[in-house]
């Protein structure tokens, strides 16, 4: 039997990383590709980015499906926002850029959105029932909402707002290392934004992702919420398996 496989991409604030994954196991079968992203975060810097981590994992010419996962709204190909990444983003046919870019197709995603995906596929949501919420705790926050399995795609509860700012600007990850907050200090801003999501939305389970879901044993005991609270069992290679395995749903 031929393992079925894509390749995943996932672009973030800070990185860009890639990998090939087994879309039966949901796991990766490469190694992990990371570039930085490029300062600025403009259209042709992050195209030329993703073209170096794919001849990296000598996939440029590969015609194994392709996913790409992007840190801002996506709908129908376009990108409708841009938090942490170059203005230039905003209203912007970015699945055709891409295409064109690469030459050949892709499935375009947003970040935290793959990251749900894989996680309700092959993860820490796999046969949850009700609603799960998947945040990443990165640059910005993202998330992604699954109900019973589907994905209502682009939630953006990164977006929320806290004194007139979009709340990730005071609580993501990147809020942390740039105050140098303790665990116990950052742990008190996450306590604020899980509380008044759960109190919105009832969820039955979170699942926390992003890079800082490998310490979940610093932060999650410190948060007291009802609703259980568990980090993503993909950490952060959730998005690249989430993007592929979308990517491999059209083949
Ligand atoms: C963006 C989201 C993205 C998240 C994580 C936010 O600033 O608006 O689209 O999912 O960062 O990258």
Redesign the pocket.
């Known amino acids: 039997m031929t393992t079925s496989r894509a390749i995943g991409v996932d672009i ?2 800070t990185g860009i990383k890639a990998g090939i994954v087994d879309l039966d196991k949901g796991e990766l079968i490469s190694s992990r590709v990371r570039v930085s992203t490029p300062e600025g975060a403009e259209p042709k810097d992050v195209l030329a980015a993703v073209q170096q981590v794919l001849e990296t994992l000598e996939v440029a010419d590969s015609d194994l499906p392709l996913g790409v996962a ?5 709908k129908r190909g376009m990108t409708l ?4 990444i170059s203005p230039l983003w905003v209203n912007f046919e970015a699945e055709k850029f891409f295409e064109s870019g690469l030459g050949r197709d892709i499935t375009f995603v ?4 793959a990251a749900g995906v894989a996680e309700v596929r092959h993860g820490a949501a796999r046969g949850q029932q009700g609603l799960t919420i998947l945040t ?1 705790l ?6 992604a909402f699954l109900y019973e399995g589907v994905l209502i795609p ?1 939630t ?1 509860l ?2 929320l707002k806290r004194k007139d700012k ?1 709340i ?1 600007k005071w609580m ?1 990850y990147s809020a942390k290392e740039r105050e140098e907050l303790s665990w116990k200090q950052w742990a008190k801003r996450l306590q604020e934004f899980y509380a008044h999501v759960e109190f919105i939305f009832s969820p039955d389970l979170f699942v926390v992702g ?1 890079g800082v879901s490998k310490h979940p044993d610093e932060f999650l005991p410190l948060l007291d919420l009802k609703t259980p609270i568990i980090p993503a069992v993909h950490r952060n290679a959730a998005g690249i398996i989430g993007a592929a395995s979308l990517a491999g749903d059209g083949h």
């Open positions: 973030g604030g992007f840190p801002a709204i996506v926002s841009a938090a942490n947003n970040d935290a959105d990443t990165g640059t910005g926050v993202g998330s682009n953006e990164g977006h979009s990730e993501a992003g």
